[in-house]
Antibody
Framework: QVQLVESGGDLVKPGGSLRLSCGAS????????MTWIRQAPGKGLEWVSY????????YYADSVKGRFTISRDNAKNSLYLQLNYLTAEDTAVYYC??????????????????WGRGALVSVSS | SSELTQDPAVSVALGQTVRITCQGD??????ASWYQQKPGQAPVLVIY???SRPSGIPDRFSGSSSGNTASLIITGAQAEDEADYYC????????????FGGGTKVTVL
């Protein structure tokens, strides 16, 4: 079964840390770029970070740069997000998603074709 | 601009057609992808590329693009299409490569 399953969500205090995991199954995980996307309560989607299939290319949104670290273990079919120095503004459901691209006239157009169900991170004292 | 702008809400009568728009400079170069999200559920990809639908997405969903505007069109809206819809594309102006629109709540009357 092709799926992504997040884990590790929890209630943490401001300034605390957390590690999210995303397990992949049913597809060749090592062939795909992967992303983390979050959604604060009642708000829209916010792209957080992505990592290339080999792990050699990584990008972060400005809102998490320097605090969050994305990584992957292709041998374990797993994606991770280390969240440090958490604030209340980081409270959200965190989704992992598979990123795929289609090339049209030499330009890559990206999209997220497989999503997990999400992991809730709550930051509160 | 690094933003993708969507109308916050639109409504459509059952069986009629609705167009959801997404505006941004990056859309002059990159196609938007579109996601449907129902309450309490993860988003689902409905349109990607020029106008492609993943397997299982009804053909009443289609996409188009012109200039700096991408559109998601629902032809013959059904009650189950009531949801939030988000566009996503590349960000051509900043240091991060991807950006979402703010989302459009579609109400089927």
């Amino acid at each position: 079964q092709v799926q992504l399953v997040e884990s590790g969500g929890d209630l943490v205090k401001p300034g605390g840390s957390l590690r999210l995991s995303c397990g992949a199954s049913g597809f060749a995980f090592s062939d795909y770029y992967m992303t983390w996307i979050r959604q604060a309560p009642g708000k829209g989607l916010e792209w957080v970070s992505y990592i290339s299939s080999s792990g050699s290319t990584i990008y972060y949104a400005d809102s998490v740069k320097g605090r969050f670290t994305i990584s992957r273990d292709n041998a374990k079919n797993s994606l991770y997000l280390q969240l440090n120095y958490l604030t209340a503004e980081d409270t959200a459901v965190y989704y992992c998603a598979r990123a795929t691209s289609i090339t049209i006239f030499g330009i890559n157009h990206w999209y997220f074709d497989l999503w997990g169900r999400g992991a809730l991170v709550s930051v509160s004292s | 601009s690094s933003e993708l702008t969507q109308d916050p809400a639109v409504s459509v009568a059952l069986g009629q057609t609705v167009r959801i728009t997404c505006q941004g400079d990056s859309l002059r170069t990159f196609y938007a992808s579109w996601y449907q999200q129902k309450p309490g559920q993860a988003p689902v990809l409905v349109i990607y590329g020029k106008n492609s639908r993943p397997s299982g997405i009804p053909d009443r969903f289609s996409g188009s693009s012109s200039g700096n505007t991408a559109s998601l069109i629902i032809t013959g809206a059904q009650a189950e299409d009531e949801a939030d819809y988000y566009c996503n594309s590349r960000d051509t102006s900043g240091n991060h490569p991807l950006v979402f629109g703010g989302g459009t709540k579609v109400t089927v009357l």
